[in-house]
C-alpha cells in the first residue's frame, strides 16, 4: 500500500498527516480519520486503516495540534480542531470524495459538525466511544475554563451536535465500548434517537471494552476486522444492530 506524508499550514499550526491508499489503488482515500485526545495521536488507529486498505478503502489522518508531528503554538480547542479538519478536507479533497469520518473520542464531536456542515457531503460518520459536549465549551480554550464546562454534570445533554445531527441524511455508526468510564453509557443512545433522517444507524456494542478502544483494536486482530468492516460498510440498509 503507498503512503504519503503531508503538511499543512491552518491558521498559525502546521498540521501533520498522511494519506494511505487501499491496496493496489491510488484513488483519492475514502475515509478521514480524526484521533482523539490527552496523549493521542494518528498514528493510534495506524492497523485499523491498515486492515481498511486491504478492504478497499484508502484513508487520510492527520496529528491535531499539540499532538503528534503537528505543532502547538496556541492552545488548541474544539473549534479549533474543527477548523483544522475542515481546512485538512478541502485542501486534500477539492473534489469532496472523501465520504467516511472517523471520529475517535473526543472527536466525536468534531466528526458530527464536519458531517453536518454546509459543505458536507460526507455519506458516513462512525464515532468510536464518541464524546459530545456542551455547546458552551466549543470556543473555549482546553484548559481550566473548558474543563470546567465539560464537567458539570450531564452537561452534554447541552450538545449543539444532537440538534446538528437531526437534519444529518447519511449513515450513521456508533461503536461503544460497554465498559467505558470516560463516555456516559446514555450519549450513543441520544445520539442514534436523535439522528432521525439518517439513512441508517447502527449501533455497536462491544462488551469487554472501555474508552482505550483503539488499543484493543491494535491488539486484537478479529476487532480489527470487525471495525473495519463496518466502517467500509457504508451502504448498508437502514438497521440497527447491537
Not at 159 to 184: F, H, K, N, Q, W
Not at 191 to 220: N, T, V, Y
Amino acid at each position: 500500500m503507498n503512503e504519503r506524508r503531508f503538511e499543512l499550514t491552518v491558521d498559525d499550526e502546521t498540521i501533520v498527516g498522511d494519506i494511505l491508499d487501499a491496496t493496489n489503488s491510488m484513488d483519492v482515500p475514502g475515509a478521514l480519520f480524526l484521533h482523539g485526545a490527552g496523549q493521542s495521536q494518528r498514528q493510534r488507529q495506524r492497523l485499523l486503516r491498515e486492515e481498511l486498505a486491504t478492504l478497499g478503502l484508502g484513508s487520510i489522518a492527520f496529528d491535531f495540534s499539540g499532538h503528534g508531528e503537528s505543532s502547538a503554538h496556541t492552545p488548541g480547542s474544539l473549534q479549533k480542531r474543527l477548523r483544522q479538519a475542515e481546512q485538512a478536507r478541502q485542501h486534500l479533497d477539492p473534489e469532496h470524495r472523501v465520504h467516511t469520518v472517523v471520529g475517535v473520542s473526543m472527536s466525536g464531536e468534531i466528526a458530527i459538525r464536519l458531517a453536518c456542515s454546509d459543505a458536507g457531503d460526507i455519506d458516513h460518520v462512525v464515532l468510536m466511544v464518541g464524546a459530545i459536549y456542551d455547546r458552551a465549551a466549543f470556543a473555549l480554550p482546553f484548559g481550566p475554563a473548558f474543563s470546567a464546562a465539560i464537567r458539570r454534570p450531564a452537561s452534554w445533554r447541552d450538545a449543539e451536535t444532537l440538534e446538528l445531527i437531526r437534519s444529518y441524511r447519511g449513515g450513521l455508526t456508533i461503536i461503544r465500548a460497554l465498559d467505558d468510564t470516560v463516555i456516559p453509557y446514555d450519549v450513543a443512545d441520544l445520539l442514534m434517537d436523535a439522528a432521525q433522517s439518517a439513512r441508517f444507524r447502527r449501533l455497536i456494542d462491544l462488551p469487554g471494552a472501555d474508552h482505550r478502544l483503539s488499543e484493543k483494536i491494535a491488539q486484537d486482530a478479529g476487532l480489527r476486522r470487525r471495525i473495519a468492516t463496518a466502517i467500509s460498510a457504508g451502504k448498508l440498509e437502514n438497521r440497527e444492530e447491537k
